[in-house]
């Protein structure tokens, strides 16, 4: 019992002896901290340099008919994530920009940005940042390009891309009825135009002109309102490219994280001195 409680102490002596030897030479943890983020900063900038190209993209928000919004798995930014990285959208950007996909690999990333505050206000209101890096400016450009349309294609789902046909197919069907009616109220204005019809016949001309007319005033609110829930289709249940991509010099390792990472290794090794050194001196 004694020889444990020894043990004990003995820890404890060594602990408050390494405390103080950190704090007689807190310099040699501080030289070595500072020398860490030196020598991190150095790695950062002997890593080389890469041109580094974003595009901002809007995730697509479907609506049901009554316009309530409905949540799609395609949209969720771990799916563009995916997406985005994925072996075969890598393929096909590098077929398009002719690179290897090789280049590619390990350089794509993304980011979620918020554009409002709190859960009602950023709902549905989130950017993706989608960044490509390679040792070319143009390419870079376009392999980001490339991807945004990628995710366009790949995030919109069926159900809206179903919405943008039955509404097109409605305009298309309003359209119609309306030119068709137009000729039947044009047939009976000339009619009307006439001396020859009599009057109970005229009365009954001008009340079909009448109804036409009313049917063309509804036909003309159908078609804008089809016309309004196919611009939200279009621009807003479907995901856009809020900005292209423009290549930006950068260099290939993070400078603030090899300052960081290079200052806590700094910082181990100065304790790691104080203490030796404070051994060697009491050895002494």
Do not use: C
Not at 66 to 85: C, E, F, H, K, W
Not at 125 to 140: C, D, E, F, G, Q
Not at 187 to 200: D, E, G, I
Not at 204 to 215: E, G
Request: charged fraction near 20%; charge should be positive.
């Amino acid at each position: 019992m004694s020889a444990v409680t020894d043990a004990g102490a003995e820890r404890e002596i060594d602990l408050g002896r390494w405390k103080q030897a950190v704090a007689e030479r807190w310099w040699i943890v501080a030289a070595g901290v500072v020398a860490g983020a030196a020598v991190g900063a150095l790695l950062s900038l002997a890593g080389g340099s890469v041109w580094q190209a974003s595009v901002l993209v809007a995730p697509g928000q479907a609506f049901s008919p009554n316009g309530s919004p409905v949540l799609v798995y395609q949209s969720s930014p771990r799916n563009i994530n995916d997406i985005a990285t994925s072996e075969s959208a890598l393929e096909e950007v590098a077929r398009k920009i002719h690179v290897p996909v090789s280049d590619l690999r390990g350089r794509v990333s993304t980011q979620s940005l918020s554009t409002g505050l709190g859960s009602s206000a950023s709902r549905g209101s989130n950017l993706i940042k989608l960044t490509v890096r390679l040792h070319r400016p143009k390419r870079a450009e376009d392999a980001a390009n490339a991807l945004g349309q990628v995710l366009i294609a790949d995030t919109t789902s069926n159900y809206v891309r179903s919405s943008i046909r039955t509404y097109q197919s409605k305009v298309a069907s309003y359209t119609k009825q309306l030119a068709s009616l137009s000729r039947v109220i044009d047939q009976y204005n000339k009619t009307l135009a006439t001396s020859n019809v009599a009057p109970f016949d005229r009365l009954i001309l001008v009340n079909q002109v009448d109804n036409a007319l009313l049917r063309q005033g509804n036909l003309n609110d159908k078609i804008a309102a089809t016309q309004q829930q196919l611009t939200l289709a279009q621009n807003v249940e479907i995901a856009q490219l809020v900005s292209s991509a423009a290549a930006t010099k950068t260099t290939a390792r993070s400078r603030r994280n090899s300052v960081l990472v290079g200052a806590f290794i700094g910082l181990v090794a100065g304790l790691i001195a104080a203490v030796v050194v404070d051994l060697r001196a009491r050895r002494t």
